[in-house]
C-alpha cells in the first residue's frame, strides 16, 4: 500500500536576500489537519520561507511540492490549493470588505450563489458582517488583519499560510483566531504559520519548528511540551546563535 504524500513537502529550500542567505536548505513536511508553528527571532527567515510557500518568492534551490505535485513548475496549483495571509495583507483602500471578498473569491474561481455563500460565511466566521460595506482604507490595523485572514480563508483551502496571523489583534480576537485555526485543521487543512507569541504555538500548533540564521535548528511535535519548554528551547537556539556570531 502506497503512504499518501504529505500537502506540503520543502526539500532543501534556499533563498538569499540582499545579497545573504535568508533561507538554507530547508526541508520539512506537513500532512492534511496539522498545524505547524514557525518561530524564530527577528530576521530568522520566517516570512521568506513562508513566501516560497505561497507562491510568491521563487526559491534559489530546492522543491516544494504541494498535493504531491511540483509546486515551482505549477505555480497555478495555489488558486484552489492555498490561502496566504501575508506579513502586511495588501488591500485596495477603495474597495469595501465585501467588495475585497468577492475580487479574491473570483479570482480563486467562485461565482454566483458559491461565491455569495464563501463572502458571507467569512464574514461571520472574522466577524466582519458589520464591516462589509466599509471602505478598506479606513479599517483599523485589527480589522484589516480580519479581512485579510478572510480573504486567505474564503475558498477554503487545503494549505493556510498566515504569516503572524495574531498580529493586532486584540485579545477577543487572538483567542477567536485560535478557534478558526482549530477549526480549519478539523476540516482537514493543512496551515503552517509564523508567529512571535509562543503561547500561541503552544495553544493551536500540533508541530513546532524554529529558524534561526535561515536554518532549521529544530523541528517537532508539540504533544507534552508546555510553554516553559518551548521557551526553553527558544532562547537557547536564539541565544546560542548570538554568541556564537559574538
Ligand atoms: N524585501 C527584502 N529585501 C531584501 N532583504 C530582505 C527582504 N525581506 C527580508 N529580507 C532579509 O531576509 C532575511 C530574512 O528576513 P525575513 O523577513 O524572512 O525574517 P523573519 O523571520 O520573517 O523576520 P521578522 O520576525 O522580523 O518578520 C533578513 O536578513 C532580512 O533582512
Known amino acids: 500500500m502506497t503512504m499518501p504524500s504529505p500537502l506540503l513537502r520543502l526539500d532543501k529550500l534556499r533563498r538569499r536576500r540582499a545579497g545573504r542567505p535568508a533561507v538554507k536548505d530547508l526541508s520539512l513536511t506537513l500532512d492534511r489537519g496539522q498545524v505547524l508553528g ?7 527567515g520566517k516570512s521568506t520561507t513562508l513566501a516560497m510557500v505561497a507562491g510568491a518568492l521563487r ?29 502586511r495583507a495588501p488591500l485596495w483602500p477603495e474597495l469595501t470588505v465585501a467588495e475585497h471578498l468577492d475580487a479574491h473569491g473570483r479570482l480563486r474561481g467562485l461565482a454566483g450563489a458559491a461565491l455569495r455563500r464563501a463572502r458571507e460565511d467569512a464574514l461571520a466566521r472574522l466577524e466582519l458582517a458589520p464591516l462589509a460595506r466599509r471602505l478598506a482604507g479606513v479599517l483599523s490595523q485589527g480589522q484589516r488583519q480580519r479581512l485579510g485572514l478572510a480573504c486567505a480563508l ?7 499560510v498566515l504569516d503572524e496571523p495574531a ?15 482549530r477549526e480549519e485543521a478539523a476540516n482537514g487543512a493543512a496551515v503552517i504559520l509564523s508567529t512571535h507569541l509562543l503561547a500561541e504555538v503552544t495553544a493551536v500548533c500540533d508541530r513546532v519548528a524554529i529558524l534561526h540564521e ?6 517537532g511535535p508539540l504533544a507534552g511540551t508546555d510553554a516553559a519548554a518551548l521557551e526553553r528551547r527558544f532562547f537557547e537556539i536564539a541565544m546560542g546563535g548570538e554568541a556564537k556570531a559574538a
Request: aromatic share 4%; net charge negative.
Open 59 to 87: 526559491p534559489d534551490g530546492g522543491a516544494i511540492a504541494l498535493d504531491g505535485r511540483d509546486f515551482l513548475e505549477h505555480p497555478e496549483l495555489a488558486r484552489r490549493l492555498l490561502g496566504w495571509l501575508p506579513e
Open 214 to 219: 535561515g536554518t532549521l535548528r529544530h523541528e
Open 154 to 160: 474564503l475558498h477554503r483551502p487545503a494549505l493556510l
Open 167 to 181: 498580529n493586532a489583534l486584540d485579545p477577543v480576537q487572538v483567542a477567536a483566531l485560535r478557534a478558526l485555526v
Open 38 to 44: 514557525l518561530l524564530g527571532v527577528n530576521g530568522a
